[in-house]
């Protein structure tokens, strides 16, 4: 087989589409007729399904999940003079935002076998700032890959220090500890909506959901030039909305979304199960967490050995992230990084490698994929 014939791509959001076309083509000619694009009763109407699917008090969209991390902070009061710790081990949008803010961000390091944040680290640089940075003013944990950071210690070690947390939930619409949904688990969450998420619209959209509903009309106010009403800015604000277009077709995703993830679930455990008996160990998971399966990242030592021989095998491969944020080329040498110097993410970053998974993959597919594994 060519290089160049993937049957099974990594990520494929058009099948995503075409797995519910009947329902989004309807939902999207309904928003073209109405005649109202921006700010409407879809939104809103998708701000309240979502909020209470997840938990929560409210749910406020806005244009991306950079943006959606951005409003939290701002909504907290964050911004020039202060820190904000998060990890180097994620999206670059994480740390992204804290800058848009004008904030430090601090980067920690993982805890290997989840990789996400080391709440040990975290509480290290909360007793004991790092020499020249500002003061830690929030915590952003990142639910990475499907799967919960150590949330209820971060919370607990944050509470201590009166730092708040914003959960970063972009790649774990769903995943829960102990039943209890990611997202409300702090005062203020982030979520994205990016085509290949658990929960991916048809181009940009964002969300933040809250346990107050006074921080909901803050943010709400910041998304759209600080407006208290019509034309009448109270506060600084942004231009960052969710269309109606994607709102709708949200809608229509959202009521899938839980047997879509279930259905993440069985294709992870078909993985687990053909990796039975060879080198590589299928990821750890959280003893009581519901992984969700955003990616499902292996840890291999001969990395681009096996990316090859996949690619052979018609399969599609990701990395997900190839070079870790502190060490990218924009913030190499900039950024303040823990005590320990991020050792775990940089070899991490190494040896990550993330096989195909959404809930579109046929069962075929999800043979083809299982019986590369077994050659492994
Ligand atoms: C995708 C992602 C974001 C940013 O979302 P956008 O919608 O692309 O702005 C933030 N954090 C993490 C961990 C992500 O995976």
């Not at 007729?33 to 938990?55: D, N």
Request: charged fraction near 15%; glycine fraction near 10%; include cysteine.
């Amino acid at each position: 087989m060519s290089a160049s014939a993937i049957s099974v791509p990594q990520a494929n959001p058009g099948a995503g589409y075409r797995a519910l076309r009947g329902e989004i083509d309807v939902a999207v000619a309904r928003v073209l007729e109405s005649g109202w694009y921006i700010l409407g009763q879809e939104v809103r109407a998708f701000e309240a399904e979502f909020a209470a699917w997840l938990g929560a008090t409210a749910a406020v969209g806005c244009g991306n999940g950079t943006d959606a991390l951005a409003l939290a902070l701002r909504a907290l009061g964050v911004g020039p003079g202060m820190s904000v710790v998060t990890v180097s081990h994620t999206a670059v949008a994480t740390v992204a935002a804290i800058e848009m803010v004008g904030a430090t961000p601090l980067l920690i390091d993982i805890e290997p076998d989840y990789y996400t944040m080391d709440p040990g680290e975290l509480a290290e640089v909360l007793a004991h700032p790092p020499a020249g940075v500002p003061p830690i003013r929030a915590v952003i944990p990142v639910h990475l890959y499907g799967q919960p950071a150590a949330i209820e210690p971060i919370v607990a070690v944050c509470r201590r220090h009166g730092v708040p947390v914003i959960e970063d939930c972009a790649q774990a619409h769903g995943a829960t500890i102990a039943g209890r949904k990611v997202g409300t688990f702090t005062e203020v969450a982030a979520f994205s909506f990016y085509p290949t998420k658990n929960l991916g619209a048809l181009g940009d959209g964002g969300m933040v959901a809250m346990r107050d509903a006074g921080t909901g009309t803050a943010i709400a106010a910041l998304r759209q030039y600080g407006w208290r009403s019509h034309y009448i800015s109270d506060a600084i604000g942004v231009n960052s909305r969710l269309d109606e277009m994607q709102a709708a077709i949200l809608r229509v995703k959202l009521q899938h979304l839980d047997a879509q993830n279930a259905r993440r679930q069985t294709i992870a455990a078909a993985y687990d199960a053909a990796l039975r008996g060879a080198s590589l160990a299928p990821p750890a998971r959280r003893g009581d967490a519901g992984h969700v399966f955003h990616l499902y990242v292996l840890r291999v030592p001969e990395r681009a050995a096996l990316q090859a021989r996949l690619r052979e095998a018609g399969i599609g491969t990701g990395i997900h992230y190839p070079v870790p944020v502190h060490l990218q080329p924009a913030y190499r040498g900039r950024l303040p990084v823990g005590p320990a110097g991020c050792r775990a993410t940089e070899i991490a970053a190494e040896q990550v490698l993330s096989l195909p998974i959404y809930p579109e993959l046929t069962d075929a597919q999800v043979a083809q994929v299982c019986e590369a594994l077994r050659r492994l």
